[in-house]
């Protein structure tokens, strides 16, 4: 009876994080159109991984409370927002583009890998920001030279974050419902349980 009692607070504990991490991811998108895409992507994405720790921290708030007294931090990096889209569409642009026929197709290709490769990195890079910006208190600029010396750095965790993302990105291509509902959220918690255990080091490695 005891471990029957067990697994039905584990389901129900399953169940009760998973139906507020789809509110978070719904209200991820929300909060992304406040800001019309362009000024509110970081500050929807800091909203929401700080949003995931409290709920997996054991907070009991509404999720939509929590994004309303977490969101205020973070209304000031519409720049930094601007700047990271920017960087995503220029390098974009070259991925999705076609490149004059005169250009030999053998060079394309090559063009084309780096500049995936380079879009992949920004991903991973913007990541570092976002988690950085919520959990250290440092300047958009001494985040953005932190998260840039942690990703050549710490090899191993940006290559987990690269193939957690690469996996979000196939599974968005099998269904767009799953993007609305879920990506985010699995984005932010795939974060979580990736840099978690590194936050009091990158701490100590700011401080240098």
């Known amino acids: 009876m005891n471990k029957s009692r067990f697994i039905d607070s584990k389901f129900f504990s399953f169940m009760d994080i998973s139906y507020r991490l789809v509110r978070a991811s719904l209200l ?19 909203t929401l991984i700080e949003v ?48 004059p026929a005169t250009i030999n197709p053998y060079i394309t290709s090559v063009i084309k890998f780096v500049c995936i490769y380079a879009f992949m990195l920004a991903i991973i890079f913007f990541t570092y920001m976002v988690w950085n910006l919520v959990h250290l208190d440092l300047p958009a600029k001494r985040t953005a030279m932190v998260s840039l010396f942690l990703l050549a750095k710490q090899i191993f965790r940006s290559f987990l974050m690269l193939a957690a993302i690469l996996v979000v990105f196939q599974l968005i291509k099998l269904n767009f419902l799953f993007f609305v509902f879920f990506a985010p959220a699995i984005y932010g918690t795939c974060v979580r349980f990736i840099f978690a255990f590194k936050t009091k080091k990158q701490k100590e490695e700011a401080a240098v």
Do not use: H, M
């Open 52 to 99: 995931i720790d409290e709920i997996f921290a054991g907070n009991g708030t509404s999720v939509r409370k929590l994004f309303q007294e977490i969101s205020p931090k973070y209304t000031k990096k519409k720049r930094l927002s601007a700047i990271i889209i920017c960087i995503f569409i220029y390098i974009g642009t070259f991925i999705i583009l076609p490149f």
């Open 28 to 46: 991820f998108w929300l909060y992304l159109g406040k800001g019309f895409f362009i000024g509110g992507l970081v500050y929807s994405a800091c």
